[in-house]
């Protein structure tokens, strides 16, 4: 199977602070996808971003970036002065072609807390 | 804007009883998903449907069935219900070959005594 790890199973910063929440994936395909979703405490997944495996540039969004390194296989995601309502669970996820439908792998997850 | 509603909110069942979880999605998407998520296990994909009237199996089949009733609509049965099966359900739904992310209902929390 190809796994996607996030080895950060909880993380706890104070507000304010930065934080980087590490992602590495395992894939065989040419072309695939990646993405984060944000599972805060209400429960709902928030898509965060997506990026294709073709495009290595970084992104920001606000106080949020994002790192895609193909080398190494990441796709690292920081929030620059983290707030309180940042705390959630935080999902990476890998798509590629399987059998005929997109299948999406899924990271076991980092929990945040961010502490006021 | 709906988006991908889930019913039951919550549920509590004994073991060995039936349940169908339902789902139906508002935004004319051909793929549906159903994923269960545990503590420490992140999600995990049951079942999937590429389009109205084809469903597959995902990576952890056992145990349920799957309708895609029509475009919009796309159950989970648990025919026997066992404690292993206590989790929240996630169904997704998004645009077939797009490579789009994935839109989620807001879960269902499924308890089995």
């Known amino acids: 199977a190809q796994k996607v790890t996030q080895a950060q199973t909880e993380i706890s910063v104070v507000e304010k602070e930065d934080v980087t929440l590490d992602c590495v994936y395992e894939?065989?395909?040419?072309?695939?996808?990646l993405f984060w979703y944000k599972q805060p405490p209400s429960g709902e997944l928030v898509f965060l971003i997506r990026r294709n495996s073709f495009d290595e540039q970084n992104e920001i969004s606000g106080r949020y970036s994002w790192n895609f390194q193909k080398s190494t296989s990441s796709f690292n995601f920081t929030i620059t002065a983290s707030q309180v309502v940042d705390s959630a669970v935080y999902f990476c996820?890998?798509?590629?072609?399987?059998?005929?439908?997109?299948?999406?792998?899924f990271g076991t997850g980092t929990k945040l807390q961010v502490i006021p | 804007n709906a988006g991908v509603t889930q019913t039951p909110k919550f549920q509590v069942l004994k073991t060995g009883q039936s349940m169908t979880l339902q789902c139906a999605q508002d935004m004319n998407h051909n793929s549906m998903y159903w994923y269960r998520q545990d503590p420490g296990m992140g999600l995990r994909l049951i079942y999937y449907?590429?389009?109205?009237?084809?469903?597959d199996k995902g990576e952890v089949p056992n145990g349920y069935n799957v309708s895609r009733l029509n475009k919009r609509e796309f159950s989970l049965r648990l025919e026997s219900a066992a404690p292993s099966q206590t989790s929240v359900y996630f169904c997704?739904?998004?645009?077939?070959?797009?490579?789009?992310?994935?839109?989620f209902g807001d879960g269902t929390r499924l308890s089995i005594l």
């Open positions: 894939t065989r395909d040419t072309t695939y996808y």
């Open positions: 997704a739904s998004n645009p077939t070959g797009s490579n789009q992310p994935q839109h």
């Open positions: 449907s590429a389009s109205e009237g084809t469903t």
């Open positions: 996820a890998r798509e590629g072609n399987s059998g005929g439908y997109q299948k999406v792998t």
